[in-house]
């Protein structure tokens, strides 16, 4: 390629330097006219394709400057696994466990009081292109296998600078004493009451507290009947245990970062104690057992606790069930991107309207965009 610069005066000052008085105006070709140039090292042209200016190495097209479209803009909603339900006493009448918690639910899709524990959205991420993000999209805790055995908490997820924990492991119950949920995004629910250990104020406190920007807290157990608490959603308490029915686990958060609204992060549901009447756990919730039915385990990709064990038969241990795995959704306007590849991660891409949404829901890995 052959450079030319045309200008009107040029003024010799001290040395080699000289002075332009008007513009200079390098010769401006698209990508592929540049492609089917003969070029040699040094030389510089404008690329109306990238809006950059861009020289040639001797082997590639390096960009200088121009329009700055190194960095896109993206809207997230980034959920901590669900923890799993505890698991109760090997017997149809005795105390059962309570509901894991969910996992720690944060967004910046959308406007208000709607990340977790109902605080403020938070701010949109910027991305740079061409670097690898570090992702990790953790499995949700295990249930309790049996008396005495809390649930397990959720594993954690992060995405770039956005780390979410797991939600806390349902409680269980351990001889004539409440144990209660374990710590999380959202806490885990209490095991049964049986009996008050202590003043009724001590008992009372005993259950998971409330995190602002993180989720609420796993039901007491303050009824009189042998069954566990729900566990804590992002939107709402757990509800509270001591009863002989299966409670429901606490709201989730509602979010339409894919295009239409889904409610996730629901608390896990407690145990029956004596009964078989189960209330629906919300948002992605499991459904804690009864006497006829097993606990079932909270959704995956929902980040919503597992359901709270109750036993079948005497004899045999009242198995928690496992919280649901936790989920990474991204959504930028299509135009910003070309593409993205990734290593490690299981990706779910849609669209809605001129945005590309992906959903990743599983494994650890990188995603590097372009």
Same mark, same amino acid.
């Given at each position: 390629?052959?450079?030319?610069?045309?200008?009107?005066?040029?003024?010799?000052?001290?040395?080699?330097?000289?002075?332009?008085?008007?513009?200079?105006?390098?010769?401006?070709?698209?990508?592929?006219?540049?492609n089917a140039l003969t070029s040699a090292a040094g030389d510089i042209i404008y690329n109306t394709t990238t809006s950059k200016v861009e020289a040639y190495t001797g082997s590639a097209w390096n960009q200088l400057g121009g329009?700055?479209?190194?960095?896109?803009?993206?809207?997230?909603?980034?959920?901590?696994?669900?923890?799993?339900?505890?698991?109760?006493?090997?017997?149809?009448?005795?105390?059962?466990?309570?509901?894991?918690?969910?996992?720690?639910?944060?967004?910046?899709?959308?406007?208000?009081?709607?990340?977790?524990?109902?605080?403020?959205?938070?701010?949109?991420?910027?991305?740079?292109?061409?670097?690898?993000?570090?992702?990790?999209?953790?499995?949700?805790?295990?249930?309790?296998?049996?008396?005495?055995?809390?649930?397990?908490?959720?594993?954690?997820?992060?995405?770039?600078?956005?780390?979410?924990?797991?939600?806390?492991?349902?409680?269980?119950?351990?001889?004539?004493?409440?144990?209660?949920?374990?710590?999380?995004?959202?806490?885990?629910?209490?095991?049964?009451?049986?009996?008050?250990?202590?003043?009724?104020a001590q008992a009372l406190q005993v259950g998971q507290p409330f995190y602002t920007g993180y989720g609420f807290r796993g039901g007491y157990s303050s009824g009189g009947n042998r069954g566990g608490a729900?566990?804590?959603?992002?939107?709402?308490?757990?509800?509270?245990?001591?009863?002989? =029915?299966?409670?429901? /686990? &606490?709201?989730?958060?509602?979010?339409? !970062?894919?295009? #239409?609204? $889904? @409610?996730? *992060? +629901? %608390?896990?549901?407690?145990?029956?104690?004596?009964?078989?009447?189960?209330?629906?756990?919300?948002?992605?919730?499991?459904?804690?057992?009864?006497?006829?039915?097993?606990?079932?385990?909270?959704?995956?990709? =929902?980040?919503?606790? /597992? &359901?709270?064990?109750?036993?079948?038969? !005497?004899?045999? #241990?009242? $198995? @928690?069930? *496992? +919280? %649901?795995?936790?989920?990474?959704?991204?959504?930028?306007?299509?135009?910003?991107?070309?593409?993205?590849?990734?290593?490690?991660?299981?990706?779910?891409?849609?669209?809605?309207?001129?945005?590309?949404?992906?959903?990743?829901?599983? /494994?650890?890995?990188?995603?590097?965009?372009?």
């Open positions: 390629m052959t450079s030319k610069i045309n200008v009107n005066t040029i003024e010799k000052q001290s040395g080699n330097n000289i002075s332009i008085d008007n513009s200079l105006n390098l010769k401006s070709y698209d990508t592929t006219a540049r329009a700055d479209i190194s960095t896109f803009t993206l809207e997230f909603l980034i959920i901590g696994a669900g923890g799993g339900g505890g698991a109760g006493e090997a017997h149809t009448a005795g105390d059962q466990g309570g509901g894991g918690g969910a996992g720690r639910y944060r967004t910046s899709y959308g406007s208000g009081s709607i990340s977790g524990g109902l605080s403020a959205v938070e701010n949109d991420l910027t991305i740079n292109k061409g670097v690898p993000i570090h992702v990790s999209v953790g499995a949700g805790g295990t249930g309790g296998a049996s008396s005495g055995n809390k649930g397990g908490n959720g594993n954690d997820v992060y995405f770039y600078n956005i780390f979410s924990i797991g939600g806390g492991g349902g409680g269980t119950e351990e001889g004539y004493d409440d144990v209660s949920g374990r710590d999380g995004g959202s806490g885990g629910g209490n095991g049964k009451r049986n009996g008050v250990h202590g003043s009724t729900g566990g804590g959603g992002a939107g709402a308490v757990g509800a509270e245990g001591g009863q002989n =029915y299966s409670v429901a /686990g &606490g709201d989730g958060i509602d979010s339409s !970062i894919t295009g #239409a609204a $889904v @409610g996730r *992060a +629901g %608390g896990g549901g407690g145990g029956a104690a004596s009964g078989n009447n189960v209330t629906a756990s919300p948002d992605g919730g499991g459904n804690g057992g009864s006497n006829n039915t097993v606990a079932t385990v909270g959704t995956a990709n =929902y980040g919503a606790g /597992g &359901g709270g064990g109750s036993c079948q038969t !005497i004899g045999q #241990a009242s $198995v @928690g069930a *496992a +919280g %649901g795995s936790g989920v990474v959704i991204i959504r930028y306007a299509t135009s910003d991107v070309s593409s993205y590849s990734q290593t490690g991660l299981t990706i779910v891409a849609s669209t809605d309207g001129s945005d590309t949404i992906l959903s990743i829901n599983a /494994g650890t890995g990188t995603i590097t965009f372009s």
